[in-house]
């Protein structure tokens, strides 16, 4: 199913989720000094390490066609079935992927077993409060992710000892996730910006929350509501970046 999704919004996925320098920087730091990195569902390449040699795993074909030229290798295979001997890599990534495995517990598995020292995981916890977009306009896209995003006990309990590191997002962020755009609201607007959201294709109806939002924007009552966000650079909208210490160097 996950490859079936991509397959279908992928085409347009790396013009509108450009991967983010300061993303990139925590993700670099929480890697540390992994010199080799499994990147699983590894999509159009965003924030591949260019620094350490990384080999990409990638279910989705129309995901695969838009890497671009010098990307890491790539595998085509799930996260649930990894095709490396244990031990393989010095690292183990995961960036914006765990809510579509079909098997989350297979795959953390097999991410913490060709991982020596450490798994690397970018995922929204699902306790963080929601945020103006779901609240006043698509409530169920809450209702959609909440169930499917993997709670921080469940990563614990599937890798033990475990980090978490609280990633504010930039005001500006380049790429487009749910939250990215929490101080630009026209952009939820945009057919495009949508598509490459996966939660948004599962909506039955979009068009009461567009004409709600397109509404507020015109008469001013999302600023009067949601105004003090234009003066906030970044905010925590509950993604984070989860490291777990996989070997007994960590």
């Keep these: 199913m ?28 929480a890697l540390a000094d992994a010199d080799t990195v499994l990147n699983v569902g590894a999509g159009a390449g965003s924030y591949e390490p260019t620094d350490r040699k990384v080999v990409a795993v990638e279910p989705a074909v129309s995901m695969i066609r838009q890497r671009g030229a010098g990307s890491a290798p790539i ?29 989350r517990a297979r795959g953390l598995a097999e991410m913490a077993r060709v991982a020596r020292h450490r798994v690397v995981v970018l995922t929204w916890n699902p306790a963080a409060p929601s945020f103006w977009l779901t609240d006043d306009y698509f409530p169920a896209l809450a209702a ?7 709670t921080l006990d469940e990563l614990g309990r599937a890798f033990g000892r475990l980090e978490t590191r609280a990633l504010s997002i930039p ?33 039955d109806s979009l068009e009461p929350g567009l ?8 008469d001013g009552t999302w600023e009067r509501r949601h105004g003090h966000l234009l003066a906030a650079s970044e905010l925590d909208l509950g993604y984070c970046l989860a490291i777990a210490h996989t070997g007994p160097a960590g």
């Excluded at 996950?2 to 730091?29: C, E, M, N």
């Excluded at 959609?144 to 993997?150: A, G, N, Q, S, T």
């Excluded at 004409?211 to 015109?218: G, K, V």
């Design 171 to 203: 005001h500006d962020c380049t790429d487009g996730f749910l939250g990215a755009y929490w101080r630009r609201p026209h952009a939820y607007l945009d057919p495009g910006v949508r598509g490459a959201m996966s939660t948004f294709t599962k909506l």
């Design 211 to 218: 004409t709600r939002l397109r509404s507020d924007l015109a």
């Design 2 to 29: 996950t490859r079936q999704l991509y397959d279908a919004i992928g085409d347009g996925y790396k013009v509108y989720r450009r991967p983010d320098p300061r993303i990139a920087s925590a993700i670099g730091l």
């Design 144 to 150: 959609i992710d909440r169930p499917i995003f993997p």
């Design 75 to 103: 595998v085509q295979a799930s996260a649930t079935n990894l095709p490396f001997r244990d031990g393989a890599f010095a690292a183990a990534l995961a960036i914006l992927t765990l809510h579509h495995w079909p098997d």
